[in-house]
């Protein structure tokens, strides 16, 4: 009897897990609860997958072998109480890939930084001639890649959501970034369910893999013995020397492996701030340990082309920067967006507050910022934290707006940055038409 697997969410995601399940010969369906975008639906229909959308039917879902759920859809949803009754099996996209692959995978997970330091390891291994895809939470799915045909490596950044779906996944290599309070709604707002979602990442690992880990990061320094212990792990630091990883002294990256160094000022890198000196470190040692040569890192690290929406350069109008940093949906990100800036900085910032401590980037907004541009529905939040630590914050009610009053209040040498802290849905349809709509206006002035 064929496996009959069911798909639930018609994204990038699932549309690729169907597509590497019906060339495994199985039988496939792919139910969303919402609209399938025209593009999917083209693709499905040429490929004679049936699809069902705008609702899921129950007889249908539950007389599948497995179920392939969209990392979007929480497990409250009542469609997964009912899988979850009948004890069908519920695995990510990453899982189904992964049993199809040969590759060496280096995985990358944390609270921020981990798009940037999936797309710079990718970055190192493409420059370096191997055959490697990127994927994950980032660009074509992995099961899509694997369906097409298999890598040597990919290079995947992999979200909380989807290591919770994942039974025997394990990549070679592991890094944890960072962790800081996101998402809690999806974890009963129990910090520690998400400490042990991100941790893992690590639990297939053994003595032949490795888990690169930020020393710095309080959080994962606490909660260091959740990792496997079977794995070797590499320790990153900015602040304190250690004998096997990498760390900075004298403003030069240095990583001490077993057997070669690697050295490189960071004011070569092209990627700025305390944050990317992180990136670019565990970037680096995941490259080292599948034998790329240093000159090849160095050159990769020193040429990169930071991502769209992540403290993105879009123009300089009479002497003023304007940065797109839209990604940063969470206070931590903004933070580390500020802790970059070295020139007086209008903020916009804004959106859909999640439960946000703004007393986090208190003292560097008292720092570094001259003013603050509020783009939201209700920026009550935003007042009460920083008006007594700016010279001025204003409301506004749409990019347009926004951008053009920042632009009216900056002088020659200051920067404009968008980093809102906050989700995008109350006024753009997604960080992406946040950013581009911030990069529209700004090329419009």
Avoid at 391 to 400: A, F, L
Wanted: hydrophobic share 35%; net charge negative.
């Amino acid at each position: 009897m064929k496996d009959r697997i069911v798909i639930l969410g018609s994204g990038e995601s699932g549309v690729g897990a169907a597509i590497l399940a019906q060339k495994q010969g199985m039988d496939v369906f792919v139910s969303d609860f919402g609209k399938i975008k025209q593009v999917y639906k083209d693709e499905l229909t040429s490929l004679n997958i049936p699809f069902e959308e705008g609702q899921h039917t129950e007889e249908k879902i539950l007389s599948a072998t497995t179920i392939i759920k969209s990392p979007g859809i929480p497990d409250k949803a009542p469609i997964i109480k009912k899988i979850i009754e009948n004890n069908i099996s519920i695995i990510s996209e990453i899982e189904f890939g992964y049993r199809f692959s040969k590759a060496k995978i280096i995985a990358i997970t944390g609270t921020n930084g981990k798009t940037t330091t999936t797309a710079l390891t990718h970055h190192i291994c493409e420059k370096a001639g191997l055959n490697v895809g990127l994927g994950g939470n980032i660009g074509t799915s992995f099961a899509r890649q694997v369906a097409n045909g298999d890598k040597d490596f990919f290079v995947l950044e992999i979200s909380s959501f989807q290591l919770d779906n994942c039974v025997f996944f394990k990549p070679h290599i592991s890094v944890l970034c960072n962790i800081t309070e996101d998402h809690l709604d999806r974890y009963s707002y129990s910090f520690e369910n998400y400490i042990n979602s991100k941790f893992s990442i690590t639990k297939n690992q053994d003595e032949h893999d490795h888990f690169i880990f930020c020393a710095d990061d309080p959080v994962t320094m606490e909660y260091l013995d959740k990792a496997n212990p079977e794995v070797n792990k590499i320790p990153i630091s900015y602040f304190e020397n250690v004998s096997y990883g990498a760390y900075v002294e004298d403003q030069q990256i240095i990583i001490k492996l077993d057997k070669t160094n690697f050295t490189m000022p960071i004011s070569e890198l092209s990627l700025h701030g305390m944050h990317n000196s992180y990136n670019s470190m565990a970037a680096a040692i995941s490259a080292k340990l599948i034998g790329v040569r240093n000159d090849k890192i160095r050159e990769s690290l020193e040429d990169f082309k930071n991502l769209e929406h992540r403290l993105e350069f879009v123009a300089t109008i009479r002497g003023v920067d304007f940065i797109n940093d839209s990604k940063a949906t969470n206070v931590n990100s903004t933070w580390y967006a500020l802790e970059s800036m070295t020139k007086p900085t209008v903020l916009i910032a804004g959106g859909v507050d999640k439960g946000n401590d703004y007393t986090l980037i208190k003292e560097l907004v008292n720092k570094r910022v001259k003013a603050i541009i509020c783009l939201g529905k209700d920026n009550e939040k935003l007042h009460e934290a920083f008006a007594s630590e700016v010279g001025y914050i204003v409301d506004t009610q749409s990019m347009e707006q926004a951008v053009q009053m920042a632009y009216n209040i900056t002088d020659k040498g200051d920067v404009v940055l968008l980093s809102p802290c906050c989700a995008s849905f109350d006024l753009f349809e997604n960080y992406e038409d946040r950013g581009k709509q911030f990069k529209r206006n700004v090329l419009n002035l």
